[in-house]
């Protein structure tokens, strides 16, 4: 009798444990370009159990709502972020590791040798957007037709795919050789400085990222940075 109570019980907290479970879709993407990230880990804390996103930054794992994934990646920092199963889709964004070999002091250039911020050519704008961003760097476009199943998704993907439709100027801006040397030589800025700043910009001005203004975000950005600077000076 009391095997067959323990079976039940072992069969009920089984069911229990299933139905509690869920899979849970997401992406994985740049902080600064906000392309996906192929061959991301994606682990359960304290398990062996997880995936890698695909060429696309995506993934697909079942979890149960107390989980807490996290996300390494070779060149990027090690993220963690709990698990919250009201999210249709986990949006995941990965800040790269640049790592300095030796440090180089250089002197700023006198402010009558400043030149303007630069001109831009930026890609025409005629052509429709298709759902991906630009492949700057090697980073992998997000295709956001693998989400086709369920309409609930489709309307969340369709958001992000505007979103990321509207960083199109931005994400040309930040990735052109000559802003980045630009802003550099201005402000005598290392590699790792540079990506950080970026990194702050992105999360503080989203409204500019999403502007689509060329000279507006131009003039936002090397605005951020000078600030920035300014900053970091007087705390020392």
Known sequence: MK???LV??????????AFSQRTLKGIVVDSVTLNGIPNVSVRLKNTRFGTITNAQG?????????????????GYIRQQAPVILDDEIMFIRLVQEVIMLKEVTVFGRPEALKKEL????????????????????????????????????????EKLKVELASTQTYVEIVTNPEVKQELM??????????????THF??????ITHSG????????????FEAEIRFRRFKK
């Open 118 to 157: 630069p001109s831009l050519k930026l890609k025409s704008k005629s052509t429709p957007w298709l759902g991906a961003v630009p492949n700057y760097g090697g980073g992998a476009a997000v295709n956001l037709g693998y989400f086709s199943k369920a309409e609930r998704e489709k309307r969340k993907l």
């Open 58 to 74: 995506v993934f697909s794992l079942r979890v149960q709502e107390t989980d807490t994934l996290i996300f390494t990646s070779v």
């Open 185 to 198: 030589d201005r402000f005598s800025l290392s590699d790792s400085t540079f990506y950080k700043i970026l």
């Open 213 to 224: 203004s060329q000279s507006q975000i131009l003039n936002s950005l090397f605005a951020f």
């Open 202 to 207: 992105n999360e503080q001005h989203r409204e």
């Open 8 to 17: 039940a019980f072992l069969f009920i907290a089984l069911s229990f444990s």
């Open 3 to 5: 095997s067959k109570l």
